[in-house]
């Protein structure tokens, strides 16, 4: 079972930045779909961003491109988001979500997802 862990959260000023990471465990994926959403209080599940291996295409919303970059570490089995230019609109839980295959869609059919790290972003 593939598990997906959440780090990186937390309480910054706006203009900020932080690093969030997500490391999975349970299986090594040679190719992979890895996507990070958001979800605010009373708002629906937003897409931020996504990255697809072997290829290393990456895909970043309008509302944090410029912003916002997604990298992977496959020796770590990692994938980060940096955030940069932290605005109070940022604030949500980040999830991470996985599946195994590079060929789906970059907004759903995921396999895996974790329990997600709170981002607050204060004025």
């Known amino acids: 079972q593939v598990q997906l862990v959440e780090s990186g959260g937390g309480l910054v000023q706006a203009g900020g930045s932080l690093r969030l990471s997500c490391a999975a465990s349970?299986?090594?994926?040679?190719?992979?779909?890895m996507g990070w959403f958001r979800q605010a209080p009373g708002k629906e599940r937003e897409f931020v961003a996504a990255?697809?291996?072997?290829?290393?295409?990456?895909y970043v919303a309008n509302s944090v491109k410029g912003r916002f970059t997604i990298s992977r570490d496959n020796a770590k089995n990692t994938v980060y988001l940096q955030m940069n230019s932290l605005k109070p609109e940022d604030t949500a839980v980040y999830v991470c979500?996985?599946?195994?295959?590079?060929?789906?869609?970059?907004?759903?059919?995921?396999?895996?997802w974790g329990q997600g790290t709170q981002v607050t972003v204060s004025s």
């Open positions: 979500a996985a599946a195994d295959d590079s060929w789906g869609s970059i907004y759903s059919t995921y396999d895996y």
């Open positions: 349970g299986r090594t994926f040679s190719s992979y779909r």
């Open positions: 990255i697809r291996w072997p290829s290393g295409d990456t």
